[in-house]
């Protein structure tokens, strides 16, 4: 299973960005992805994730109604698209997966990762 993330860049506070994350390798589509971020010297901190239906998703409190994570199955993408970014939102984003055939939870523990892509929240 590889993951590929992308969609990074630097904006200005209030700006917004989508990141996606492609997954491959997967014999179906009965996998939840998430979305972690981290900063230096910080611990890695959950941000959404989606159960394999799309139509489970969830969120950190930090990130709820700015953040809107979705699915195309059809792309094997998931997307994490982020408005009304603040400079605490600024970190290395990764996405995760997990093979879930129940869905229906947020899942916190993921079996793939992929690398990361820097977000940057500037004035």
């Known amino acids: 299973v590889q993951l590929q993330a992308c969609g990074g860049g630097s904006v200005r506070p209030g700006g917004s960005l989508r990141l996606s994350c492609a997954v491959s390798?997967?014999?179906?589509?009965?996998?939840?992805v998430g979305w972690f971020r981290q900063t230096p010297g910080k611990e890695r901190e959950y941000v959404s994730s989606?159960?394999?239906?799309?139509?489970?998703?969830y969120y950190a409190d930090s990130v709820k109604g700015r953040f809107t994570i979705s699915r195309d199955n059809a792309k094997s993408t998931v997307y994490l698209q982020m408005n009304d970014l603040k400079a605490e939102d600024t970190a290395v984003y990764y996405c995760a997966a997990v093979y879930d055939p129940l869905g229906g939870k947020p899942r916190y523990d993921y079996d793939y990762w992929g690398q990361g892509t820097q977000v940057t929240v500037s004035s």
């Open positions: 989606v159960t394999w239906s799309g139509i489970g998703t």
């Open positions: 390798g997967f014999e179906s589509d009965r996998y939840c």
